[in-house]
């Protein structure tokens, strides 16, 4: 009987039997006393009312509890994504006002979700619109430049200016990109497709990205790992939030510095380690590194955008993992990125 478990419920019965045991043992005495002898009417009455009190609340509270068991059933299909679920409120009385206040409650929650995903629709279609209204002019002025540098050769001052506008150009190719995915990965338009992937292989795959740029500024990339550890992923998602974090770390590294990607498992847990010894991140920007278009106060580059980082954290979370930093001015930082690894029971 799981209405017994309420410890109230089970208190109240308890009570009554008291008060009927003590009922009968006080009317017996008095009859006892008056007539010298004991009543089996009186006896038998008494207990057939007892039964029928008893009866009756059991039959209530098994009718409540029953209620409230379907009440429970409708809230768990609620919260396992049916949003059509509602409690049956149809009656009067301040359980049917509680069920009542949990169905509002439930399309409140369902008018908000709408709203927020028509809000993410809407942002996702104004920037992907503006991403491809750029792309065009974006080509055409690369297009003008590379005719403007190769015609500049004899003119060192409009040979740099081009060169820098070809850096410009660079960078905001770069953002429209970084905005475009982001905001899909936030709309939940992008399906992450997950295969299991060799972690050594594809960090292998970013050392070499970033192979010759290393070696133009005289830095070293390291790995350090097994080559049996295997992660199930989206490989080319995966590889594009390293990227940004081996990127971060290349940018605040000086010359001659060194970014080690170490990689190791246990028995729950998979964790890769992106370390550097350049000039760390300052106390009081570590709690914002992962806020879009941050930029520190203290901060000596002049050329990040601040979508790096909340990329890789988004593509990272999307894969159900969590990315923490730890830094030390003028020591390094380190990002340690850990997945869970699902166990057998």
């Known amino acids: 009987m799981r209405m017994l478990a309420d410890k109230d419920i089970k208190r109240l019965f308890l009570g ?22 004991f009543s089996l009417p009186l006896f038998a009455l008494s207990l057939l009312a007892a039964g029928g009190i008893f009866a009756i609340c059991y039959w209530y509270f098994r009718r409540r509890n029953k209620i409230l068991e379907q009440a429970a059933a409708q809230i768990r299909a609620y919260l396992d994504g049916n949003t059509d679920a509602r409690i049956d409120c149809d009656e009067e009385g301040e359980l049917y006002h509680l069920f009542h206040c949990v169905n ?43 005719l403007l540098q190769g015609e500049a050769e004899a003119y060192p001052a409009i040979k ?39 972690v050594s292989d594809m960090l292998r795959d970013v050392e070499l990205h970033f192979a010759y740029r290393a070696k133009q ?24 939030a390293m990227d940004n974090i081996v990127k971060n770390a290349l940018d605040h590294t000086a010359k001659g510095g060194c970014i080690r990607m170490e990689w190791q498992q246990s028995a729950s847990m998979l964790q890769i380690l992106i370390k550097d010894n350049g000039s760390g991140i300052h106390p009081e920007d570590l709690h914002h590194i992962f806020k879009r278009f941050y930029r520190s ?40 990125v850990c997945f869970r690894i699902p166990t057998e029971l």
């Open 297 to 336: 106060r203290f901060s000596q580059d002049t050329q990040g955008i601040g979508l790096g980082l909340p990329l890789a954290k988004a593509i990272i979370e999307a894969h159900s993992g969590t990315i923490t930093v730890d830094s030390e001015l003028g020591v390094g930082t380190t990002f340690t």
């Open 160 to 198: 740099e200016f081009a060169e820098l506008s070809e850096q410009e150009l660079d960078r905001i190719e770069t953002l429209v990109q970084s905005l475009l995915k982001i905001t899909k990965l936030d709309a939940g338009s992008i399906v992450i497709e997950k295969h299991s992937e060799n």
């Open 16 to 37: 009554m039997i008291c008060v009927m045991a003590a009922f009968l043992l006080l009317s017996q005495m008095a009859v006892w006393m008056q007539f010298g002898a």
């Open 104 to 146: 509002t409650l439930a399309a409140v929650l369902n008018a908000y979700a709408a709203n927020e995903n028509r809000e993410k629709e809407f942002l996702k279609n104004t920037i992907s619109d503006i991403s491809h209204q750029l792309k065009t002019p974006l080509a055409a002025l690369n297009i003008y430049n590379g």
């Open 217 to 240: 500024e005289q830095k070293e990339i390291v790995l350090s790992g097994t080559d049996d550890i295997w992660l199930s992923c989206d490989r080319d998602w995966m590889l594009e």
